[in-house]
């Protein structure tokens, strides 16, 4: 029996067909497959060594956002430990993807690409801290099972405004001053409003995401459709480690009880690693966050 042949045989068979029609020797693809991969293998090894410390800060938190989600499983890992935990489960679940996935996008030198993954990235986290407090709206959420249920949930209950607007109360409810819910408001505001140029590429951005600026902070652009590692994912990365870090704060008491008195989901347990690792990996980010709050991450 012939070997079946993989997709890369069949794409190359019709590749050589199409150049025999024309009579024609064909043009070898293995220089742009090599091309690609140099790139990308170059794209990394900047990325870790100019995009920091906001690269590091925000693995620390995507791997708080793991632990987080392991504490709310179920011991296969196959599903939510209890009913209650179903929501906040999907939802960081969910972000940690997300996360992961803007990350990868700035080591191979995709930073417009990684702020639209930002963007969901934000708005799943804050839809997660508004329902960890809001009973009623986590069953909204849940109840979403239709298009059209999902298209009604977000424009009624957690579009950009309604959402924001959820979390300047819930910011009031637990005991932020006007100050604070004000200059954090003010500063979601402004990276809301870059991430939307990424969703929806304005003329500039899209211009930015053919040549981005080099990572090593020379301001050289270079040719990017292949990626280029760019000094642009610092603040990309930066409001992704600050946001993580808002969540860790504002979601923790919700989350886990330290004491007979609260209603939080989980009972925290100092015999249990993976709840160590919570307490004492919020600790961590939230010192390394504020230690370097102001270097390039906006």
């Known amino acids: 029996m012939a070997a079946i042949d993989s997709i890369d045989d069949e794409i190359e068979r019709f590749w050589n067909g199409f150049y025999a029609q024309a009579k024609r020797e064909p043009d070898s693809r293995a220089d742009f497959k090599l091309v690609r991969h140099e790139i990308w293998a170059q794209n990394q090894a900047e990325a870790q060594e100019y995009l920091q410390p906001w690269l590091s800060v ?13 504490a709310l499983s179920d011991e296969p890992l196959l599903g939510p430990k209890e009913s209650e935990f179903r929501v906040p489960w999907v939802l960081i679940g969910a972000a940690s993807a997300f996360g992961w996935s803007l990350r990868q996008s700035c080591l191979t030198g ?5 702020r639209a993954l930002l963007r969901t990235y934000v708005e799943t986290l804050l839809l997660c801290l508004v329902t960890i407090f809001d009973k009623e709206l986590a069953e909204k959420y849940q109840e979403a099972d239709s298009d059209s249920k999902v298209v009604n949930f977000w424009h009624t209950h957690a579009s950009p405004r ?3 607007r959820r979390i300047m109360e819930l910011e009031r409810k637990l005991g932020l001053d006007a100050q604070t819910i004000a200059d954090l408001t003010e500063w979601r505001r402004e990276e809301y409003e870059v991430l ?7 003329y500039l951005a899209a211009a930015m995401t053919c040549m981005p600026v080099s990572a090593q902070g020379d301001g050289v652009h270079r040719y990017g459709i292949l990626g280029s590692a760019s000094s642009n994912s610092k603040r990309t990365l930066g409001y992704a480690a600050k946001t993580t870090w808002y969540f860790s704060r504002l979601s923790f008491d919700g989350l886990f009880r330290r004491d007979s008195e609260s209603t939080a989901l989980v009972a925290l347990d100092k015999e249990d690693s993976v ?3 919570i307490v004492v990996g919020a600790e961590t980010l ?13």
């Open 58 to 70: 925000f693995e620390l938190g995507l791997e708080w956002l793991a632990n987080v989600h392991v």
């Open 110 to 114: 995709f930073d417009t690409p990684a």
């Open 162 to 164: 309604n959402l924001h």
């Open 196 to 202: 939307s140029q990424s969703s929806h590429l304005s």
């Open 275 to 277: 709840h160590r690792t």
């Open 286 to 298: 939230n010192a390394m966050a504020l230690r370097h709050w102001e270097q390039n991450g906006r």
